[in-house]
């Protein structure tokens, strides 16, 4: 029987280190906005769902989903697995797909790649190509996370500590020390990334000022001329053209 794969995308106004961050302009359109533009080209999802808080300042990105067609779900604010619990559970996800919404540059053919990966393994566990695992050479941020929502929901039923229910991926996998949690109970699976774009130095996450100044910077140049620009456009920009401030300097 076809397991229903769901992304789900969370998402905050209240970010500690960068408030407001969700809305933030990128060329013409909030960052979140972006995301989801960028999702919706995916091809292997069932059904993409933008997840926030239940709280009056998080009602803008309710009407952000909206705008761009995405069902959106609202839950607890600081518990995330129950929030992602609740998410796949309302739309009947088999297949969860996680992806933060600092992630301002999702490739969707690479998104598309771990869902592929992942249901061909004819298991349960955890795949992810969101940033490195292993030698996988992935860039940071273009990617996705996999996982089947039976492992959701006996990490919520068994699972207590605060900052686990806060990170969902560290129910499965701590990138910071690259392994998986209980692999036994929960395998570890990547892909390797394509040759013309491993670079496992470049980071597209969006946590601090200056990386939003980074990614404003990469969304004014490509942008305009490619909606669709693709993440080896993003590497050429990187090398070729970016320097620090130089754009900047310019706009």
């Not at 972006?34 to 803008?60: G, M, N, Q």
């Not at 492992?151 to 229910?165: C, S, V």
């Not at 806060?166 to 699976?189: A, Q, R």
């Not at 070729?240 to 706009?251: H, M, R, T, V």
Request: aromatic share 8%.
């Amino acid at each position: 029987m076809k397991k229903r794969v769901v992304l789900i995308i969370q998402a905050r106004m209240g970010s500690t280190r960068l408030p407001g961050k969700s809305m933030m302009d990128l060329a013409g359109a909030p960052l979140v906005g972006r995301i989801l533009e960028r999702v919706k080209r995916c091809t292997r999802l069932d059904d993409i769902v933008l997840a926030i808080p239940d709280t009056a300042k998080d009602s803008v990105l309710k009407q952000l989903g909206a705008h761009y067609g995405i069902k959106v779900f609202a839950g607890s604010e600081n518990d995330l697995v129950e929030r992602y619990y609740q998410a796949a559970l309302e739309s009947k996800a088999d297949i969860v797909g996680r992806l933060p919404a600092d992630n301002a540059t999702p490739e969707p053919s690479e998104i598309d790649r771990i869902v592929d990966h992942h249901l061909s393994l004819g298991r349960r566990g955890f795949s992810s190509n969101l940033s490195v695992i292993g030698d996988s050479e992935y860039p940071d941020g273009i990617g996705a996370e996999m996982f089947d929502f039976s492992l959701l929901a006996e990490a919520r039923a068994r699972q207590t500590d605060p900052r686990q229910r806060e990170h969902v991926h560290l129910n499965f996998f701590d990138y910071s020390i690259g392994k998986g949690v209980d692999t036994e109970w929960c395998p570890i699976s990547t892909v390797k990334c394509p040759a013309d774009f491993r670079r496992p130095d470049l980071i597209l996450d969006v946590n601090t000022q200056e990386q939003y100044e980074f990614m404003r910077q990469l969304y004014e140049y490509l942008y305009p001329g490619n909606p669709n620009f693709h993440i080896t456009d993003i590497i050429r920009w990187y090398d070729e053209i970016y320097q620090p401030g130089k754009l900047a300097n310019k706009s």
